[in-house]
């Protein structure tokens, strides 16, 4: 356990010093990983010795030829000198795909010393180190900072050893104002969190399940599905503890007046929350089957023709995109007009999109999107409704990579504007995703589905490519 706030250099040299490399050094923050990275390469005590170097530039070579790489995207990589000097690497979703595919394989062929990562490497990859150093006790999220669960401090100790290689992981942690390693002890001791059932009643999803079966079939589904099993149990626990608390007030002879009144009001109170929670995934489904039916998509107890050509848009923006087609907004679109619409409402409206020349898609079309999407937001307030909003910078960031010659000369244009290469790879991923959708309706809108055909293939050029997209 390291006491105080150490610089990064630090701590590569102390596990450096007691043998406990290769490690991961675990930050909260994108921008914590690339200063790390920064800091290293300016530290003379933390640069490789020229053969090693040569080593990790033939062993990034390799890689570059296995995955067919084109090399210009690694080796011109803001991070890729450093990474050669120091065989330190930092992992976060503000990366290209093919930047983080790249530290992977270093990392699990033994060429990196340490990586520096967000949660982000946490789970979902299989590249333990012999040392895995945990610098906080909480994370950012969307509604501030809470303090790591069992499962994700599990996820990043469990990071620490290699099969085969050495007989015990070692899990470090830096105390600090960031870091109260009581809290961390706390949560290594809690139980695993407990199973959760991954099926909501989203818009996509019960569409999709209505293409095969009518409304009984579906109660009757969902009546028997794991989250409902989960909620009665909860439910019939929860009626146990109120039942106890209502003898223990009937046996209290001297519970009387004011405080007889909340200890029963409390008791009456868990009751109504466990008939909730017990019809929750029914009344889940109510919801969304309310809102399909205000927008048209569900009559009665089956599908609408409307209804039928919309589920196959297995997408989070189901409703979006089919009332939009419904609409004709996307009628006489040119093909830069189709893409940059469905990336303005595929972004995320918390991260920053390029801005620095103006917006070729005509105003009018984002009014009348922005009324589409409201729209939905009134009408259907059931499960998966989400506060879609329509962003004009990312339309311009995604037509302005169609139109880009290279990504060198598109890069460039996001370091001007301050926009993270991860973040634009993502909203490139998610609106091709969409586009992806649309080309399914041939049969309905072909004309619009080959355009949608179209644009997905102008986004995926490299960096970008079908089998990068779908790996991430």
Not at 7 to 35: N, Y
Not at 38 to 66: F, S
Not at 339 to 352: C, E, F, N, T
């Amino acid at each position: 356990m390291m006491q105080g706030d150490f610089p990064v250099s630090i701590i590569l040299r102390e596990l450096e010093h007691d043998d406990l490399l290769p490690a991961i050094l675990f930050r909260t923050a994108r921008k914590q990983c690339d200063a790390d990275i920064e800091a290293l390469a300016r530290n003379q005590h933390a640069i490789l010795p020229l053969d090693r170097q040569e080593r990790l530039i033939q062993e990034v070579q390799t890689i570059i030829q296995k995955y067919s790489f084109e090399p210009e995207f690694i080796t011109a990589y803001p991070q890729y000198q450093a990474l050669i000097a120091t065989g330190v690497g930092a992992h976060h979703a503000g990366q290209l795909l093919i930047w983080r595919l790249l530290l992977e394989e270093l990392m699990s062929r033994g060429m990196l010393r340490m990586m520096v990562a967000t949660g982000t490497v946490a789970a979902g990859v299989d590249f333990p180190a012999r040392t895995a150093v945990v610098t906080a006790h909480s994370k950012r999220g969307s509604e501030g900072f809470s303090v790591l669960s069992a499962s994700e401090f599990q996820q990043m100790a469990g990071r620490a050893g290699r099969r085969g290689k050495d007989a015990v992981g070692v899990c470090l942690i830096t105390p600090s104002k960031f870091s109260d390693a009581r809290v961390l002890l706390e949560v290594s001791k809690r139980p695993p969190e407990p199973l959760k059932s991954a099926y909501f009643a989203a818009p996509s999803t019960v569409l999709n399940l209505l293409k095969y079966r009518n409304v009984d079939d579906l109660e009757f589904t969902v009546e028997r599905s794991l989250g409902a099993f989960l909620n009665r149990r909860d439910a019939s626990r929860l009626r146990e503890e109120a039942l106890i608390e209502q003898g223990e007030i009937e046996a209290d002879g001297d519970l009387r007046g004011e405080k007889r009144k909340k200890a029963e009001k409390r008791v009456r109170r868990k009751l109504r929350d466990a008939d909730e929670i017990e019809k929750k995934q029914e009344t889940a489904l109510a919801l969304s089957l309310d809102g399909l039916r205000k927008l048209g998509y569900v009559e009665g107890g089956s599908l609408t023709e409307k209804g039928y050509w919309s589920a196959e848009l297995c997408t989070s923006l189901v409703l979006q995109l089919a009332e939009s087609l419904s609409d004709g907004l996307f009628d006489e679109c040119a093909l830069f007009e189709l893409v940059g619409l469905v990336a303005s409402i595929a972004g995320d409206p918390h991260r920053p999109y390029f801005k620095l020349k103006a917006n070729p898609v005509k105003p009018e079309l984002f009014k009348r999107l922005e009324a589409i999407v409201e729209r939905v937001k009134e009408s259907y307030q059931g499960p998966g409704a989400s506060e879609i909003a329509v962003l004009p910078d990312a339309a311009l960031t995604v037509i302005t990579w169609m139109d880009s010659e290279s990504w060198a000369e598109f890069s460039g244009l996001l370091r001007l504007s301050g926009v993270a290469d991860g973040d634009v790879a993502r909203l490139v991923s998610q609106t091709a995703d969409h586009l992806n959708q649309i080309t399914r309706l041939e049969k309905t809108h072909p004309v619009l589905a080959q355009s949608a055909k179209v644009g997905r293939a102008r986004l995926l050029r490299p960096p970008f490519s079908e089998s990068l997209i779908t790996t991430g």
